[in-house]
C-alpha cells in the first residue's frame, strides 16, 4: 500500500498536487481508524513525506477551532501547537493524557516530514524536473514563514504546556515531558 501511494504521489506532473488529492481521499478513513498503534503504523510508514506531511497537516486542521489557510511551513507548524486540540477522540478509550501524547508524536512526525523534503522543494517537482535540480545541486528556497526565531518557539512552548497541565491538572508524565523536549 505504501509503494502505492507513493508511486501515485509522483504519477502526476505536480507532487503536490496529487498529495492533497490522495490525502484528502485517504483523511477520512484516518479517522475511523480505531486503535493509534494502527494510525501510527500507517503515518510511520509511509513512504511519501509529502504525503505524510499533508495527512498530518489535515488532522492538526481537522482539531483546530479555526484552521488556518496559510501554506505549510514553521510557522504554521507552530500555529497547530498553539491552537490544536487534542486530537479528535478515536473510537478507543484512552486516558487524556495518552491523546496529548499522540498529539506530541504527531506534531514531531509533521515537522520531520515537512522538514525531510518538501522544504528542499525537490519533492515538490515532477519527476523529470527533480533530475534537473539534483544535477544543478539547487538550494531549498525557504518560505518567509520559515523564518521563527527561538523567542517564538519558546512562547508557543510554554503557552503549550500550560493548556496541557490545565487539561490533564495533574504533573506531566515522564512520555510527554520527553516528546516536549524532543519538538523543541
Not at 485517504?26 to 505524510?52: G, H
Not at 518567509?144 to 517564538?152: E, F, G, M, N, P
Request: proline share 5%.
Amino acid at each position: 500500500l505504501q509503494r502505492m501511494l507513493s508511486m501515485a504521489v509522483e504519477v502526476d506532473r505536480s507532487p503536490t498536487c496529487s498529495s492533497r488529492k490522495i490525502a484528502d481521499d485517504i483523511f477520512p478513513f484516518i479517522l475511523n481508524i480505531p486503535l493509534r498503534s494502527q494510525r501510527e503504523a500507517l503515518l510511520n510508514t509511509m513512504e511519501s513525506q509529502l504525503l505524510r506531511c499533508r495527512l498530518l497537516e489535515l488532522l492538526f486542521q481537522h482539531s483546530c477551532d479555526v484552521p488556518t489557510t496559510s501554506s505549510m511551513s514553521l510557522d504554521k507548524i507552530l500555529y497547530f501547537l498553539s491552537h490544536s486540540s487534542v486530537l479528535p477522540q478515536f473510537q478507543d478509550e484512552t486516558a487524556t493524557w495518552q491523546r496529548w501524547d499522540e498529539m506530541l508524536q504527531y506534531l514531531s512526525l509533521l515537522l520531520m516530514s515537512y522538514q525531510t523534503f518538501p522544504l528542499a522543494e525537490h519533492l515538490r517537482s515532477s519527476l523529470s524536473d527533480r533530475m534537473d535540480l539534483i544535477v544543478q545541486k539547487a538550494k531549498p528556497r525557504l518560505q518567509d514563514s520559515d523564518d521563527i526565531s527561538q523567542l517564538d518557539i519558546q512562547l508557543k512552548m510554554n503557552d503549550f504546556i500550560s493548556r496541557m497541565q490545565e487539561a490533564l491538572g495533574q504533573p506531566l508524565p515522564p512520555q510527554i515531558q520527553e516528546k516536549l523536549f524532543m519538538l523543541q
